[in-house]
């Protein structure tokens, strides 16, 4: 009973966890500020919670900066292409295309969204584990969220669902990309092993 209250015993390693979640989480929210940079920042998320959970080192904020320069060039170039996505999605959901009804119109920009987002939650996971050039990440994360649908749609859940927390209780802000980055790293990582 007494072991509990150890560093080492049960609740010292939820009470790190828990300050760990909200440290990596208030450094992506601070170098995600330029929009721009989110996805480096979420690769650095993945490398070290990847760490953590392999409880390789305990330098998290040195290896999240370092992570996010050396990711920085290649995620910004890979986060442009995936606002372009999006941008070409609303564009579409507001166009009167002659030739197309307006609700396939809003059929066409949601999976275009939908196709986006689903990149979006395996690309940055990949740049934790693997070296390849651009169009490679996005040709392998396409394949990957159409292969694996059913853990698409859980990371997906798991998303909307961190968002919608947060919509209602904004504190839970302070934890949500270290609770998505656990989960959706647990996801696809177990799928990328099979590959490996």
Known sequence: MIDIYKQNGFLGKISKKIVDMF?????????????ITIGSASVAV????????HEESHEYIKIFIKTFKESLKQSIVIEAFLIFGLILSAIWMNTNLI????????????????????????IFILMTRFEMDILRYFKTAYFLSIRHFPTTILCTITFLGIIYMVVLFPPCGLFMMGIYGTVSLKLVNRILDKYV
């Open 23 to 35: 440290v990596i989480n208030l450094i992506w929210l601070i170098l995600s500020l330029p929009i």
């Open 46 to 53: 993945y490398t070290v919670l990847k760490r953590i959970d």
């Open 99 to 122: 030739f197309l009804e307006i609700e396939i119109n809003k059929i066409i920009s949601l999976a275009i969204y939908l196709q986006v987002l689903w990149i979006s939650l395996y």
